[in-house]
T-cell receptor, first 115, second 114 residues
């Protein structure tokens, strides 16, 4: 069964550094998402992406964040200048056509630690 | 604003017995979808079951069933004949109509005792 994959599984970075989290969504899916989960808190929506543009974003997704689909398979989340509070588990997800997009398929997550 | 609440941070069940995980949500929408996702340790979330708000019949998937009480805004998950492989974190999630954004509860950790 096809799966969403994410790399790396764990990223440690220093405050102020840029990080890129990578995801490979399921190949025939059209919608892509990033969520994050700070330790002990709820999984929170960050952004959705469709047709090469952001379709929705949360208030968390400020100018420090950007997303890109650089080729036909990868979907990336970039944090320009990391802060301590960006430490979290970041989940990528994908789904098919909206009318059928009852569910989102999640990747295993990337644990980001900012020191 | 949409919120999803799971009031049980952790639960335990004996193998082969039945357990019910609770979820309540708050919305003013009439068109929405509800989901239960399972996240085994160090693995990705996978869909367990979903419920369309317009359907009165409770969804069932093998040993998993829901009790959807629309007026009470309650969406509990019942796991029958619990198995060791059911041990995981369970998340309740809400999605509004034609929007893609999911709202998640804080999760319930289910332990299954042999």
């Amino acid at each position: 069964e096809p799966e969403v994959t994410q790399t790396p599984s764990h990223q440690v970075t220093q405050m102020g550094q840029e990080v890129i989290l990578r995801c490979v969504p399921i190949s025939n899916h059209l919608y892509f998402y990033w969520y994050r989960q700070i330790l002990g808190q709820k999984v929170e929506f960050l952004v959705s992406f469709y047709n090469n543009e952001i379709s929705e974003k949360s208030e968390i997704f400020d100018d420090q964040f950007s997303v890109e689909r650089p080729d036909g398979s990868n979907f990336t989340l970039k944090i320009r200048s990391t802060k301590l509070e960006d430490s979290a588990m970041y989940f990528c997800a994908s789904s098919g056509l909206l009318a059928e997009a009852y569910e989102q398929y999640f990747g295993p997550g990337t644990r980001l630690t900012v020191t | 604003a949409q919120t999803v609440t799971q009031s049980q941070p952790e639960m335990s069940v004996q193998e082969a017995e039945t357990v019910t995980l609770s979820c309540t949500y708050d919305t003013s929408e009439s068109d929405y979808y509800l989901f239960w996702y399972k996240q085994p340790p160090s693995r990705q979330m996978i869909l367990v079951i979903r419920q369309e708000a317009y359907k009165q019949q409770n969804a069932t998937e093998n040993r998993f069933s829901v009790n959807f009480q629309k007026a009470a805004k309650s969406f509990s998950l019942k796991i029958s004949d619990s198995q060791l492989g059911d041990a995981a974190m369970y998340f309740c999630a809400y999605r509004r109509g034609n929007f893609n954004k999911f709202y998640f509860g804080s999760g319930t950790k289910l332990n299954v005792k042999p």
